[in-house]
């Protein structure tokens, strides 16, 4: 159907008819979404930006040298792959992540949990919290290469730090909101102290945690590629800004497609966990 709107729009000036076929081509998948599954309708939708990229390209609809063809970015692709670069920038990014953010998980639900059940604790630590959390972690780079150096530590530093306070918050306001009944049960039946945070409120808050996990490992993906770009020498970050130094604006657009797919990846794997059996009872409604 798209490639059906550009043969009838591709002698004429204004860009508006073909748009309008192809929001008419849209509708009418739209129509029939019910007996398609969902990888269809995304699929389609790939396809169709695909389209408009490649037809804008081929009118010339961009400035020479701003935007690659998909072709270029074909080719491109299949270079990166062969030397092994991609690979090795993918795993040196997915690296500094994996180790960031776990840090920041394992230091930041504890001590989200103690904020979220002891108002003296709140009172003095959640300003703060919110202090530093209002702080963009890219502000943190010129400390982190003072500190650290160049390499992995910085770029796990950055990582660590825009988890950490997100992650503080959202555990500290979901352990807030935990009925009180639940304290008063446990009371009777003897928890009390440090155990009920682990045994009580944790279990209680897992579904609105697991949110907060995949939002925070977004926001680490995305604070990885900015890291990158200044304090290390590898990492899809890395390979952008190299490219842009070098004017390859196709492995400008490889690295791009790159990050995104990881990232769709990465929200699919934590929208999984909401279907183990201890967390379902949360999302089911």
């Known amino acids: 159907m798209v490639l059906a709107a550009w043969w009838l729009t591709r002698d004429v000036a204004s860009p508006v008819l073909f748009a309008a076929l192809v929001a008419a081509s849209a ?67 997915l690296y500094r992540v994996a180790w960031g953010y776990i840090g920041g998980v394992v230091t930041a639900v504890p001590l989200g949990l103690l904020i ?75 928890i009390r102290g440090r155990v009920v945070l682990f045994q009580i ?24 590629v900015a890291a990158e770009m200044i304090a290390v020498r590898s990492g899809l970050g890395y390979l952008i800004i190299d490219a842009r130094n070098a004017l390859r604006m196709d492995l400008v657009v490889v690295g791009m497609i790159t990050i995104g797919a990881i990232g769709i990846g990465l929200d699919v794997v934590f929208a999984r966990l909401t279907r183990i059996p201890s967390l379902r009872w949360g999302f089911e409604r």
Do not use: C, H
């Open 116 to 190: 979220g059940r002891s108002l003296a604790t709140r009172a003095a630590l959640m300003p703060w919290v919110n202090f530093f959390r209002s702080l963009s972690p890219i502000a943190w780079i010129p400390f982190g290469i003072i500190w650290f150096g160049i390499g992995d530590p910085p770029a796990i530093f950055i990582i660590f730090l825009a988890t950490f306070f997100q992650i503080v918050l959202a555990t500290s306001a979901a352990a807030a909101s935990v009925p009180k009944v639940y304290y008063r049960v446990a009371e009777d039946m003897g």
């Open 201 to 224: 409120t944790l279990p209680a808050i897992l579904p609105q945690l697991v949110t907060a996990l995949r939002v925070a490992i977004g926001v680490a993906w995305m604070v990885v």
């Open 27 to 93: 509708l009418a998948i739209a129509a029939s979404a019910r007996a398609l599954p969902r990888w269809a309708l995304s699929t389609f939708t790939g396809l169709v930006l695909l389209s408009i990229w490649w037809i804008a390209d081929e009118r010339g609809a961009f400035p020479v040298g701003t935007v690659p063809s998909p072709a270029a970015v074909g080719r491109a692709f299949v270079g990166e792959l062969g030397s092994s670069r991609l690979i090795e920038d993918t795993v040196a990014s």
